[in-house]
């Protein structure tokens, strides 16, 4: 862009320098007054190329030194965008950044270029899990304070976070010298929980979770033998294909463990929960069968071996294989039934 610039005297003094966007100098950019060095010095303002002041200021010896204003000429309408204090070209005192139609977005202190004391702001609300744009009334914004010094945060204890113009809360939040510490909860609108997070004190996630907003889990996220787990449902609550494979893992050897306890109830109880996932996950429908088996029911147990003779639960092992190794295992750590001959009679696995 090509600057064009003219100087002119003005009272006290004081030379008024301007410039242009054009070189026929009929579009002003910007004019602002000057000391004898030439640096700005005293009032400044800045056009767009419509004639329109987007900037004002005040100069001194070339550095910024009083109030800043920026206004912004969105659709034609001018309006103020932000406002801040300098001092020797620092901002330094109070500084406010605005949206449409006035809206103050974010305002607080700055010392010495950094802020200072207590900051609020004003961040847009967007969800699109939310379908009913009546449920978001009241809840398009999210406004929150945040404590600085030295420029770093420094808020300690609880901090609530509200929705607004409602001011219904949306978070609840713990701090320990500005650093994010405890449990923080994140709500919607209707008040349900949206997330929670657990922090230790150097602001590492301890547990994780994310809601749907029909309150099913999205997200379970948390620390597991030194290894961060994540595990993922679809919004009928049913996993995901990797959470799924963990989940019936787990399961599984979760089952196996209440066998060998002895806690067949307990078994069934996680074999009902693991199977609503997979039905046919061969792992845990034998885990089921023998603890139905030592349950005393026989024939619901019977039913499930039958139905699988054959099959392979991997490469290396068989269904068949597989039924007759347990029992043997079982009867090495103490469980016995005459159940284990009358199965293996049955599946003319003897």
């Given at each position: ?61 070339g550095q910024l030194n ?201 078994a069934i109880a996680i074999?009902d929960k693991a199977l ?75």
């Amino acid at each position: 862009m090509f600057v064009f610039v003219i100087l002119a005297c003005s009272a006290f003094g004081q030379t008024v320098k301007k410039e242009y966007y054009d070189f026929k100098k009929t579009k002003i950019m910007s004019e602002y007054q000057v000391n004898a060095a030439g640096e700005k010095n005293g009032w400044f303002k800045g056009y767009n190329e419509n004639g329109v002041v987007i900037e004002e200021a005040a100069f001194k010896n070339g550095q910024l030194n009083g109030v800043y204003k920026k206004y912004s000429t969105y659709a034609g309408k001018r309006e103020i965008a932000q406002s801040e204090t300098y001092l020797n070209g620092l901002l330094d005192g109070p500084a406010t950044y605005y949206g449409e139609n006035n809206l103050v977005l974010k305002s607080g202190n700055f010392k010495s270029d950094k802020k200072d004391g207590k900051w609020i702001m004003l961040d847009k609300y967007t969800n699109y899990n939310i379908k009913n744009p009546a449920e978001l009334k009241g809840c398009e914004w999210v406004k929150s304070e945040v404590t600085y010094s030295n420029g770093e945060p420094s808020m300690n204890g609880k901090v609530t976070v509200y929705y607004y113009p409602s001011m219904k809360v949306r978070s609840t939040q713990e701090y320990t010298n500005g650093k994010k510490s405890g449990e923080h909860y994140w709500y919607f609108p209707n008040g349900k929980t949206e997330a929670y997070y657990k922090y230790d004190e150097n602001e590492k996630y301890l547990n994780k979770k994310t809601y749907y907003y029909n309150g099913q889990v999205w997200e379970d996220m948390y620390w597991e033998n030194g290894q961060f787990i994540t595990e993922g449902y679809y919004e009928d609550g049913t996993p995901d294909r990797m959470t799924k494979g963990r989940f019936l893992s787990k399961c599984n050897s979760e089952m196996w463990k209440k066998i060998l306890e002895k806690d067949y109830a307990g078994a069934i109880a996680i074999g009902d929960k693991a199977l609503k996932v997979d039905p046919n996950y061969l792992w845990v429908l034998g885990n089921y069968a023998h603890a139905l088996l030592l349950s005393g029911k026989y024939d619901e147990a019977i039913k499930i071996y039958k139905a699988h003779m054959g099959e392979n639960l991997s490469d290396q092992l068989s269904w068949n294989n597989a039924i007759i190794g347990d029992f043997k295992e079982f009867q090495a750590k103490g469980i016995q039934s005459d159940s284990f001959d009358r199965v293996l009679t049955e599946l003319k696995l003897k």
